[in-house]
């Protein structure tokens, strides 16, 4: 009697989290940097702006990347729900992987939380958007933020929060991966 | 026709609409709109959880952003029309599943156009080549999040057993 192969999506999705979440962490750190070394608008976002945006767009292909890995090692044989649970876990290993590098990256560059709160800063100062009166509330916030950057529920937070956001957009592309490059299992006769 | 399943042909929508999808995009939709009605000034909106959870995948550019009492909400123009239409379009499709069968053909290709519009138009703001008006943002927002819930919809239209 044959073994049984078991499929697991932990290999597919791994390395797809992995490629994806330093992906994510770099466009999210070239942001920043952007927002460093531009001269201050006003404008809150200025630097995020791009890295969010890309953000978005690329993080969805962590699961399609998973779906392809799981299809090239197991065959095309796969349901729908799979797809899911794949982009799921992608989404999942995503969120640790660029927490992971968010907090080993200040490390290498010991200047990068005070030059960016400084931008941020500069960027409030300036802004014809906010009410003056909550300027110096705002500016108080984001050097609590700062100086909050490595307690341990700052760090829970990005987390989760990654967690939700690439979850779902992996679960959604991991699904519609399944749907369109694989194929439903045929029913044993 | 029987609700959301046809049982002449053995099609119907999948458990991942109802149980995951329609409520993941409806908490979605809910905590986009929520800052106005749960915030007082920009301070605590700028330090809401709900502005974080979107930070990675929205700008949140304040002058792109509709505000409700000077509160801005927690996404942009563009993307509230995508999280406000991707709920009601799945709880749509859940009601008149047969829609789906008459635009199947045609789905792939207005998802492609639509993604197009919002990349093209994305990009062009982002290097100011021109500035789209809030209201044109948020139709193309809506467009694409209608093309991504009939795309959801056609992916999850499986036979019984798969």
């Known amino acids: 009697m044959e073994p049984v192969e078991s499929k697991s999506y932990w290999n597919a999705s791994a390395k797809a989290g992995v490629v994806f979440g330093f992906v994510v962490f770099l466009i999210s750190t070239i942001g920043s940097y952007i927002t460093i070394n531009t001269e201050p608008t006003g404008n809150l976002f200025s630097g995020t702006m791009l ?4 953000g978005c767009l690329v993080a969805i292909f962590g699961g399609v990347l998973a779906v392809k890995f799981y299809i090239n090692e197991y065959g095309p044989e796969m349901k729908i729900g799979q797809g899911a649970v794949i982009g799921l876990l992608t989404g999942i290993v995503m969120a640790v992987v660029a927490q992971v590098l968010a907090l080993i990256w200040p490390v290498i560059d010991s200047t990068y939380i005070e030059n960016l709160q400084a931008a941020l800063i500069a960027n409030i100062e300036m802004s014809q958007q906010i009410p003056a ?11 609590a933020q700062f100086q909050n950057y490595y307690s341990f529920g700052t ?3 990005g987390f989760l929060m990654g967690v939700v956001t690439y979850g779902l957009l992996n679960v959604l592309s991991g699904l519609l991966s399944a749907k369109f490059m694989g194929r439903a299992p045929q029913p044993e006769l | 026709m029987t609700g959301n399943r046809d049982l002449s042909t053995g099609y119907g929508l999948h458990p991942l609409l109802y149980f995951v999808l329609l ?18 000034n920009l301070v605590e909106w700028h330090e809401s959880w709900q502005r974080l959870l979107f930070s990675r995948v ?8 509709f505000a409700v009492h000077g509160i801005p909400l927690a996404v942009c123009s563009r993307c509230i029309g995508i999280y406000s239409v991707l709920p009601a379009a799945l709880a749509v499709f859940l009601f008149f599943f047969t829609v789906l069968n008459r635009v199947k053909p045609y789905i792939v290709t207005l998802f492609a156009l639509t993604s197009l519009i919002v990349i093209v138009d994305g990009a062009a703001n982002l290097i100011r080549l ?20 009939l795309l959801l919809g056609i992916a999850l239209t499986t036979h019984r057993d798969s």
């Open chain 2, 58 to 65: 929205c700008h949140q550019q304040l002058d792109r952003t």
């Open chain 2, 23 to 40: 409520p993941a995009t409806l908490f979605f939709a809910a905590v986009a709109w929520s800052p106005p009605f749960v915030h007082s």
């Open chain 1, 51 to 54: 890295a969010s945006a890309l």
């Open chain 1, 133 to 143: 009166a909550q300027k110096e509330d705002m500016i108080d916030a984001i050097y």
């Open chain 1, 155 to 157: 760090i829970l937070q």
């Open chain 2, 130 to 149: 021109w500035q789209t008006p809030d209201l044109i943002r948020l139709l193309t927002g809506i467009s694409w999040g209608l093309a991504s819930a």
